[in-house]
């Protein structure tokens, strides 16, 4: 059989796997398929009225979908973190989680490139800015180069994630010396992603809120904070569905390395509130805005509030060891970790960096009933892929799922 | 760099893990070519246009002053020399209407009391209703040179072509030269009101040939 | 282009130069209206559309074409797009007289009439701040100017007026972030966009450091009585729902050596217009003359629209 026969024959079997399971499985495939389906009419509604169906406009014209594209980019490159210690430094425990963190990444490039799809008013136009087919400005927009970084790391980490399971699924040991240098280069691009997309924010002269230098640095503090949250939790719930092994201690490890990156977290937002505050220039107007409100009203300053006393007490929980290693308690400081960061490194960046306008106009932004449900259909397809590709996975671990050399057919010969 | 046993003298791995990097190397700089092939296109570059140049600039237009007021004009119809009054006084039965807001200026400061029909340079010289710049220009002298290099004053038409100027008094009172308020057109919508027509078909306002 | 008549202004010769190529390719475009292809409601010939300036000068004149038979059975009246290129030792710029302007919006709404702004999602291409007079001590703080002073009349009590629209930077961002090159640097200045190439993205918006950009919302609507038919490929043609839009100095008007529709609106002769490599015309002799300034003069934008007082 020549390996692209073998390599069908594992499509077909992962098809097979992901229609099979548990009652559970099926209610949670069935509400992630219902999600979607409300959002794909929501962007019908949008395709066919125009994006004035959010309530974006010009004085403030980026917003919710952005919001998510930045937090996703952090979950995205928060794969590096499991990475690094698991290869580079050959740590045991925690190298059975390395795969479902890249599944993770995986789900959460497909659903930044569908926040960027459905935020472009002309999404049929989206191969102008292709190599070849279109004219990317490059290399002066940065927007190109986060579409060339988000791209190739998708196909490098949806690469290894295929290679290594169908390894597994042929129960064959992965060829380390291959398939390591492409492991490498991930980690650099991981980086990239996320400094990329804050570089992008980063680079506008007119919005002196994200012209910061700190920028790129507290993009990756936040997003080691809450990928690794995001996974501790996944992970609780994943080997409480499926039989995979997946040791309490890899749990804690990752509860510890959130004592360290939200600590460098809750740094630099410190940094950044002393330089706002203690030199005030008119600038600061942006971060009054952020932590008290302009005008009247308070705007978003409440979601300001409770995402730093979330970090806060999550970073309490994960730098007390007594804490953090019970695991329940842990969970709850992931949680708090991933709000803290999903209102912060979201909205919480978006909104101060656009209100008051460039021309000092306040617009008080609260997303569209449509938008927020395109949003939750795209979280729903991060969602699903995530679930399919871990049954996928964890069938082949368990060995439910294994390459067969056709017994029965075989034999018969 | 690997787990595994001792190395062989005849290293499989590296072999492989060269060629791995030397494919990573080369797809790398593949992709950043690909996306170079359009780079001359700069954000500065425009298309090749063909030529054009200007033409030799044609002369201004000067847009006339308006006519004197009618009920008014001439002058001479009424001011008869005999009963004529250089007394600077509040005007009561005649032009009790006009607004006088010009400095310390009184009518004979410009009209002539002798030839009512004319207006009056510092000079003494004489000049008709239709020249009355020229006594502006006496005082504001400054203005002068900026209307000439269009800087004060209103035109239309062309920049590079016939162009309309205007005198002094298109725009301006003489008797009350400092502008009036006039009223505002409509701000613009906030943005919270531009909802547009969301539930309108997009084809709803074209106009359809019959 | 040779044998010209250098005699007659410079919109005569553009539009009767038009009127022929106009009249040449519709006779052949007609002829192809019958294809099987005018079913399609999607229209694959704009899909396909090449980038602006990569097309070729016969690719234009289709384009144009294309764009005026649109245009003409949308709006049931003949339009004109011109495709009008920049002349040679050329570079536009602007004069606003802060002293004299009085807020009175009368620029805001004749370029709306003469760009064909969508009336419905409101666009605005001109935002007039209103600021305290007692503030300026302080020097123009554009976050403290008010676009929706609604006096009775104009100027008001102790304010004055800073109108904003494109700066026509020199060193734009804008330009710089559009991902598809679709937003670039005219020779003569002006800052444009291909509307048919814009993917919608906004991030020029964010990049501007001027508000001077403003998206298509919704569907734009332009009663077809208030269209304005004369238009450009790169300025006032009716543009699509979803891309960026902007002001242009009114491209189709100042290469044909008119002025901007604001100029000409203006009541009190506060905007000024010319050619700044030209010695002699009037926005030199203000730049010579008066004190100016540009907005955010910090970012370096090198804007080529001065305000200017005293």
Same mark, same amino acid.
């Given at each position: ?5 073998? +390599? ?55 917003? +919710? ?12 490159? &928060? ?170 201690? &890899? ?85 708090? &970790? ?76 | ?210 | ?50 980038? +602006? ?111 904003? &629209? ?139 629209? +001065?305000?200017?007082?005293?």
């Amino acid at each position: 059989m020549s390996p692209l026969v073998q +390599f069908w024959r594992f499509v077909k079997g992962s098809l097979a796997v992901v229609t099979q399971g548990s009652r559970g499985y099926f209610a949670w495939v069935v509400l992630l398929l219902a999600v979607i389906a409300v959002g794909v009419w929501a962007y019908a509604n949008q395709i066919q009225y125009g994006l004035i169906t959010t309530n974006m406009r010009d004085q403030l014209s980026w917003g +919710f979908y952005i919001g998510n594209f930045a937090f996703l980019v952090g979950i995205a490159a &928060a794969a590096v973190v499991v990475v690094i210690p698991a290869y580079v430094y050959r740590w045991g425990p925690i190298r059975e989680v390395v795969l479902l963190g890249e599944l993770v990444a995986v789900a959460a490039i497909i659903m930044c490139i569908l926040f960027v799809t459905v935020d472009v008013g002309r999404p049929e136009r989206i191969w102008h800015m292709m190599p070849l087919l279109g004219a990317p400005n490059f290399p002066h927009s940065l927007l190109v180069w986060d579409i060339l970084v988000l791209t190739s790391y998708f196909v490098i980490n949806y690469f290894i994630v295929t290679y290594l399971v169908y390894m597994a699924y042929r129960g064959r040991k992965y060829n380390a010396a291959f398939i390591l240098p492409i492991i490498f280069l991930s980690i650099p691009l991981a980086i990239s992603i996320h400094t990329v997309t804050a570089f992008l924010f980063m680079g506008l002269k007119a919005r002196p809120f994200w012209n910061s230098a700190l920028l790129a640095p507290r993009f990756l503090a936040s997003a080691f904070c809450s990928g690794p949250a995001l996974l501790v939790i996944v992970f609780q719930i994943l080997r409480r569905v499926r039989p995979i092994e997946i040791s309490d201690a &890899a749990l804690r490890k990752l509860g510890e390395l959130l004592a360290y990156t939200m600590a460098a977290n809750l740094f630099f937002l410190g940094c950044e509130v002393f330089r706002e505050f203690y030199s005030a220039s008119a600038h600061v107007i942006h971060a009054e805005f952020q932590w008290w409100g302009l005008e009247e009203g308070h705007g978003i300053a409440g979601y300001t509030w409770f995402a730093l006393v979330s970090q806060v007490i999550a970073f309490v929980i994960f730098v007390v060891p007594e804490l953090r290693n019970r695991l329940p308690i842990l969970s709850v400081g992931c949680v708090l &970790a991933f709000a803290g960061v999903y209102i912060e490194k979201g909205l919480g960046l978006l909104l101060p960096g656009m209100t008051p306008d460039v021309i000092g106009e306040v617009y008080h932004y609260n997303p569209s009933l449509n938008e927020i449900l395109i949003g939750a259909g795209v979280w729903g397809v991060g969602a699903l892929l995530f679930t399919l590709m871990a049954k996928v996975s964890s069938a082949i671990s368990t060995g439910e799922f294994r390459y067969q050399p056709i017994e029965g057919s075989y034999g018969r010969w | 760099m690997e787990t595994e046993a001792p190395r062989e003298p005849h290293d499989d791995g590296a072999r492989i893990r060269t060629t791995t990097w030397f494919v990573l190397g080369i797809a790398a700089m593949a992709v950043l070519g690909l996306f170079s092939v359009r780079c001359e296109l700069g954000p500065n570059v425009a298309r090749e246009y063909p030529s054009r140049t200007l033409p030799p600039e044609p002369q201004p237009v000067l847009m006339s002053a308006p006519p004197p007021d009618e009920d008014y004009y001439p002058c001479s119809d009424c001011h008869e020399l005999e009963d004529r009054n250089p007394q600077p006084r509040e005007l009561e039965d005649e032009h009790d209407d006009l607004e006088l807001a010009h400095g310390d200026l009184w009518c004979l400061s410009c009209h002539d009391l002798a030839d009512s029909d004319s207006l009056k340079l510092s000079d003494e010289t004489l000049v008709g209703f239709d020249e009355s710049w020229r006594l502006c220009t006496q005082c504001h002298g400054n203005k002068l040179a900026e209307w000439r290099a269009g800087v004060h004053g209103k035109r239309t038409g062309y920049w590079w072509g016939p162009k309309e100027y205007r005198t002094c008094i298109v725009c301006h009172n003489p008797h009350s030269p400092a502008w009036k308020p006039i009223e505002p057109l409509p701000p613009p919508r906030p943005p919270q009101q531009i909802a547009g027509r969301v539930r309108a078909e997009p084809s709803e306002v074209r106009h359809e040939e019959p | 282009m040779k044998n010209r008549d250098d005699r007659v202004p410079l919109d005569a010769r553009g539009a009767s130069r038009r009127r022929f190529l106009r009249g040449a390719a519709a006779a052949g475009a007609s002829a192809l209206a019958a294809g099987p292809a005018s079913a399609l409601s999607f229209d694959l010939e704009a899909f396909f559309q090449k980038h +602006f300036r990569e097309m070729s000068q016969e690719d234009i004149e289709a384009l144009q074409t294309r764009l005026e038979r649109k245009y003409e059975s949308r709006y049931g009246k003949p339009f004109n797009v011109a495709s009008t290129g920049p002349i040679d030792g050329v570079v536009y710029g602007y004069g606003l007289d802060i002293g004299r302007c009085i807020g009175c919006r009368r620029c805001v709404y004749a370029c709306v009439e003469e760009n064909n702004q969508s009336r419905d999602p409101e666009i605005h291409w001109i935002r007039v701040l209103e600021f305290e007079r007692e503030h300026a001590l302080r020097g123009i703080d554009l976050e403290e100017g008010n676009p929706y002073y609604d006096h009775e009349k104009v100027p008001a009590e102790g304010k004055f007026y800073v109108p904003i &629209a494109c700066q026509m930077c020199e060193d734009s961002p804008c330009t710089d972030v559009c991902p598809t090159g679709a937003t670039w640097e005219e020779p003569d200045g002006i800052v444009v966009i291909d509307y048919d190439w814009c993917i919608g993205c906004r991030y020029c918006i964010a990049s501007c450091p001027y508000g001077a950009r403003h998206f298509n919302w919704g569907e734009p609507q332009i009663p077809a009585d208030e269209v304005n038919p004369d238009t450009h490929v790169l300025g006032n043609r009716p543009r699509p729902r979803g891309v960026v839009e902007k002001c242009t100095f009114c491209i189709q008007r100042v290469r044909n050596g008119r002025y901007p529709a604001c100029v000409e609106a203006c009541p009190v002769g506060a905007r000024k217009f010319g050619n700044l490599l030209d010695p002699n015309s009037e926005i030199r002799y203000l730049l010579a003359n008066k004190r100016t300034f540009v907005l955010k003069a910090e970012l370096r934008t090198q804007p080529k629209f +001065f305000y200017f007082y005293g």
